[in-house]
């Protein structure tokens, strides 16, 4: 009866159990399949897109940044004509024919004339011009009639023989003048690498670039990649050009099609590249997509094989883990006879599905064999006890999974929302900010509870908006974010932002930020955050003050006098300026060190300020220079006056941790606009001025004359000695250790160049170099220099140790300075990854895209890269996420300044970031174990400074090359 009953028992509703979970999983994975496909199409034809834009906008940079050359090099023409018909005007009392060539070839120059003011031709350095007089109603005939005494023409054909030049002219007083010729082919020389058609060549080497040209302002073909297209125009597309524009992507137009030549599909980009003076032109970019849909279609590919593997997946699951097991279970229950063996249970299979089951029936069967033999009497009641058994037992069995089951299911959901409930708190007190809600409907708004903690006032129930965003922030507040909403509610763009000033017991900056959400295209919802950015504009605002002032003195810095001086200069007014330089401060830094020095500094600035020189500006120019700026005042005996009071108040005694100094100054004076109206020229007058009394005697002012040309005579001596340097090894390297903080050993050296038999300071004769193009061959030399000692190192066992050397701006434009670098590497079987070349944020100062590819070229040779001077200047955290360096090398200046106790954290989160972006810090300019304790404590990697070695020569190297400073200190 036990197996009869059970044998008409349908084992599994395949279609609850199988059929039914295995269709939804089936929809459900093809569903996300779908939707990642169209996701990920969407992202690659968006990243197209963006790259194309960013491609376009770089050309249009590129072309802009030509015509601005371009101009300045006509600029540049036009002076250097007017200079040389100076020096030959200057000359005219020993003018001759020789002369005149003399004077040409030194100038680089075509043609030079002499002539009367009767237009006869006295000297000239062109054969067919001797003896020549001008005709009447000629460009010459016209000056020299007129009241002008220089005139500049533009290119056109000299008058004897049609040849294309540009002239120039310039009278002396007896009206003789002086016509100065330079030829249309030199000119062409120097702006063949401005043109655009070289722009789009370079451009077309880009793999995905299909086609490109530009369009001036009436659509006509300025380049093309198609050379035979240049000069045919598009006018027809004008119209509807400019009626896209208007709704265009970051100001481009952009266009999917198809060629109809190849049938090959392309992103078109129409960009326009706009110039200062409102002239208009466009850019056109053809890109081409057959690789991005190839990658879609594979990608549809690999969804399609992911779907059946997931679906396989769980058909094999559902039959190992619930058929056959329940198949077994119902095999072994039929296998039951109580009346003819109690001995009989149902297998145990470990881990089993229904083992609990299992071990259940068999307990029922032991309790049954117990109690047999007091049933045995009475058949009918043991029947009947078997039936209810066997029907209470699955009626429990069923209730025992079911009630399991959903006990389990409800408390993996309230885990799951604990944890989630968590994460918000977590996220909301951690950066200080509140939820709220705009019901479009009602236009009421909600904020979360977090919101009091804030503003101090409790908002937790939905409210009118405009009231309440008046009754918390005010009325002008609530007037600019009514106007930020309802733009944002009619158009949609965007997210709404808004920053709104709260006022109670502080004054607090929040920011109001959100996106709308949207049901069948209806805005039904804004939902956003509310948060505290008050520190972070604090910080803002200590940025903007440290950008124009001194951190030392407290004074302004150099750029906001400049600023200051320039607002000056360009509403006519009129003043002084006094450059103030301490004499020999230079000794009491070598002797007592910069921190004592930097003391000094501060008194000094005290005792500036305490002069109340009426209308005036003081500032720390740089180093121990000091400039006042006097506005409104040109009276030389009130600035004299000033310049006397000075000196006198330096000549004071300066009391310093206990030491008594005695502090001289140089002054240079120059008054505006008298002696100039351009800041930068400016400065150098007082430059000059100063110098002149640096060089005799120091301790007293001058102001500038036009006569002061000491200084300039000093460059051109010290740039003659270079030369002579350069061609007779008169240069040579020293080499100052990099020292492992934790270790204490040389990790590598810095090479430094000095001149062998001549004691001129690298901060004077490297700015003359570069200022000369000296610097090409002085940075081969130190690079060669360099990858030898390396390998003369190598040679005599010594290794594992890096060489850094230095690269200057200028040495950007020695365009074969990679293959040399290669080929040195090469010759002298140094691995590049032994040299590692130091740059400065300077390298970015006019253009990013030429260094940025020259460093990127480097590197991939394998030669490492380091950030140096960090900290000065226009030093920015911005720069290391794209700059392709291994190392930073950390400033004096940073040690001097945040190694004091209360800015410590400064300097660990400087270098605990650098080492977030996989950068190496070095840090330079140490000097005192206490400095070396704290970057050690820090994680600073490296450090470069006199507490360890000054820069040393070769053979000192070698001694300590293995040395460990830690050992002995």
Not at 786 to 806: M, P, Y
Request: hydrophobic content about 35%; aromatic content about 8%; glycine content about 6%.
């Amino acid at each position: 009866m036990w197996k009869s009953r059970y044998s008409r028992e349908k084992i599994v509703d395949k279609y609850k159990l199988i059929y039914i979970p295995l269709i939804i999983s089936i929809v459900a994975i093809m569903l996300m399949s779908i939707l990642g496909y169209y996701i990920s199409k969407s992202m690659l034809i968006d990243q197209v897109k963006s790259s194309g834009i960013k491609l376009a906008d770089q050309v249009s940079r590129q072309v802009k940044g030509n015509n601005a050359s371009l101009r300045a090099m006509e600029s540049a023409l036009d002076e250097k004509i007017e200079i040389s018909s100076q020096i030959v005007i200057a000359e005219r009392e020993n003018l001759s024919e020789e002369k005149l060539l003399e004077i040409q070839e030194q100038l680089g120059l075509d043609e030079i004339h002499w002539i009367r003011r009767n237009g006869e031709t006295i000297y000239s350095t062109h054969d067919g011009y001797k003896d020549w007089t001008v005709p009447e109603n000629h460009p010459l005939d016209l000056f020299s009639k007129s009241e002008e005494r220089f005139m500049v023409e533009k290119i056109r054909p000299d008058a004897e023989y049609g040849i294309l030049t540009k002239y120039g002219a310039m009278k002396d007083e007896d009206g003789n003048y002086v016509q100065i010729g330079i030829r249309a082919e030199s000119i062409r020389e120097l702006t063949n690498k401005f043109d655009y058609q070289r722009i789009l060549t370079d451009l077309e080497r880009e793999d995905s670039i299909e086609y490109a040209y530009i369009l001036d302002e009436s659509f006509k073909v300025l380049a093309d990649t198609d050379a035979e297209a240049v000069g045919t125009g598009y006018s027809g597309e004008k119209a509807v050009l400019e009626k896209q524009e208007k709704s265009a992507v970051s100001g481009a137009v952009l266009n999917e099609k198809t060629l109809a030549s190849t049938g090959e599909k392309i992103m078109e980009i129409v960009y326009p590249i706009e110039f200062d003076d409102g002239y208009k032109e466009h850019i056109v970019l053809g890109i081409s997509m057959e690789e991005v849909y190839r990658s879609i279609e594979r990608m549809l590919q690999y969804s399609v094989m992911v779907t059946a593997v997931m679906v396989g997946l769980i058909l094999w699951t559902q039959n190992k883990n619930i058929i056959v097991p329940v198949k077994n279970l119902h095999d072994n229950i039929h296998r039951i006879d109580l009346e003819s063996d109690l001995s009989y249970r149902l297998p145990v299979t470990e881990g089993d599905t229904f083992q609990g089951i299992t071990h259940s029936i068999n307990a029922i069967l032991e309790e049954s064999s117990d109690y047999f033999s007091e049933l045995e009497d009475s058949k009918r009641e043991i029947s009947e006890s078997k039936e209810i058994i066997s029907s209470a037992y699955q009626q429990l069995s069923a209730s025992e999974e079911e009630l399991r089951a959903q006990y389990d299911e409800i408390q993996d959901y309230t885990e799951k929302l604990e944890e989630l409930k968590r994460k918000y708190e977590i996220a909301i007190e951690g950066t200080n900010s509140a939820v709220w809600e705009i019901d479009m409907e009602d236009e009421t708004i909600y904020f979360s509870k977090e919101f009091s903690n804030i503003v101090g006032k409790r908002v937790e129930k939905k409210e009118s908006l405009e009231e309440t965003i008046d009754d918390i922030f005010g009325e002008s507040a609530r007037k600019q974010f009514m106007q930020e909403y309802e733009l944002y509610k009619s158009t949609g763009i965007g997210e709404l932002y808004v920053q709104l000033d709260y006022e109670d017991l502080e004054k607090k900056k929040l920011l109001l930020q959100g996106k709308g959400l949207y049901k069948d295209e209806m805005l039904k919802s804004i939902s956003g955050i509310v948060i505290d950015v008050t520190k972070l504009k604090e910080q803002e605002e200590y940025i903007e003050y440290l950008a124009y002032h001194d951190f030392l003195t407290g004074l302004p810095n150099r750029r906001s006098l400049m600023k200051e001086l320039d607002y000056e200069l360009g509403y006519g007014k009129r003043g002084a300026l006094i450059l103030l330089d301490l004499d020999n401060f230079k000794e009491i830094n070598d002797t007592m060190g910069h921190i004592y020095g930097d003391k000094i500094l501060r008194k000094i600035a005290e005792k500036l300020a305490e002069l109340n020189i009426e209308n005036s500006t003081i500032s720390r120019f740089g180093g121990d220079e000091f400039l006042v700026m006097i506005s409104e005042e040109t009276d030389i005996g009130r600035i004299s006056e000033y310049a006397d009071g000075i000196i006198d108040i330096l000549k004071r005694e300066i009391a310093v941790s206990g030491e008594a100094e005695f502090i001289s100054c140089s002054m240079g004076i120059t008054l505006y606009p008298i002696d100039g109206d351009d800041s930068g020229q400016l400065i150098m007058n007082a430059d000059m001025a100063m110098y002149s009394v640096k060089n005799n005697g120091k301790s007293n002012y001058a102001f500038f004359d036009k006569d002061m040309v000491a200084q300039v005579q000093e460059k051109v001596d010290i740039e003659k000695q270079l030369r002579d340097s350069v061609e007779n090894d008169g240069f040579k390297l020293l080499y100052q250790p990099q020292v492992d903080v934790e270790s204490g050993e040389i990790s590598g050296f810095e090479a430094l160049i000095r001149l062998k038999d001549r004691f001129i300071s690298p901060g004077v004769f490297i700015p003359i170099a570069e200022e000369t193009d000296l610097i090409h061959e002085l940075g081969r030399f130190v690079t060669e220099e360099a990858i030898r000692q390396l390998q003369e190192w190598k040679s005599r066992g010594l290794e594992g140790k890096t060489v850094a050397i230095n690269f200057s701006a200028k040495q950007l434009k020695d365009e074969g300075y990679l293959e040399f670098l290669k080929d040195r590497l090469e010759h002298y079987g140094v691995a590049p990854s032994e040299l590692e070349i130091e740059i400065t944020e300077s390298v970015f100062l006019e253009k990013k895209d030429q260094p940025l590819k020259f460093l990127e070229e480097v590197r991939s040779m394998g030669v490492r890269i380091a950030l140096d001077d960090f900290g000065t200047g226009y030093s920015s955290l911005s720069y290391l996420t794209f700059l392709p360096v291994n190392k930073i090398k950390l400033d004096k200046s940073l040690s001097d300044r945040f190694l004091e106790l209360e800015n410590i954290g400064v300097m660990d989160s400087l270098i605990s970031l650098a080492h977030s972006l996989n950068l190496e810090v070095i840090a330079e300019g140490v000097e005192y174990m206490e400095q070396y304790k704290k970057l050690k404590v820090g994680k600073c990697d490296r450090i470069q400074g006199y507490l360890f070695s000054k820069p040393l020569e070769k053979e000192d190297a070698e001694l300590i090359y293995n040395k460990s400073f830690l050992n002995e200190n």
